[in-house]
């Protein structure tokens, strides 16, 4: 492999597109990540890039916030568990890692997609159904118990 490094600084002439470098680097990028956690991931992006493409968003990549809460929302119209909805949603950030994009921010640091998941959790634990509004207690309910 050509000069990798001078000193401590990286020699500018080094052919980091070879091959050799490309496959060094896949194959320690890889095992960066556990084995299920790839499994897992797998869906996400390939979610993802059918919900862009039925959307007709041609270009998703650096992803916004909006079109993570889009395809959040089309997850759980789907029937997805917000717990599944939340690891397509840290597959996608991978993805854009991976494609050498900046991160998007994590998933808590989003307020509009924060809010949109707590959305999704609440309308799943009632079934889609407002919940009953509940008068206060009384001291003369209190007393009957």
Known sequence: MPGVAV??????EADWTSPAWTHQFNSIWHY???S???????SGPRRFTRFCRDCNVLSPYPV???LLCYFASAL????LAPQTIKGYLAAVRSMQI????PPSRDQSSLPLLKQVIDGIQRQRATGGKP??????ITVTVLRRI
């Not at 299920?36 to 797998?42: A, E, F, L, Q």
């Not at 759980?76 to 029937?79: C, E, I, P, V, W």
């Not at 991976?98 to 994009?101: A, D, E, P, Y």
């Open 98 to 101: 991976s494609l050498g994009l």
């Open 32 to 34: 960066g990540l556990a």
């Open 7 to 12: 000193g401590l600084l990286l020699d500018p």
């Open 131 to 136: 919940t009953k509004p509940r008068l206060p």
């Open 76 to 79: 759980a119209n789907d029937g």
């Open 36 to 42: 299920s956690t790839h499994k897992s991931y797998d």
């Open 64 to 66: 916004t916030e909006k």
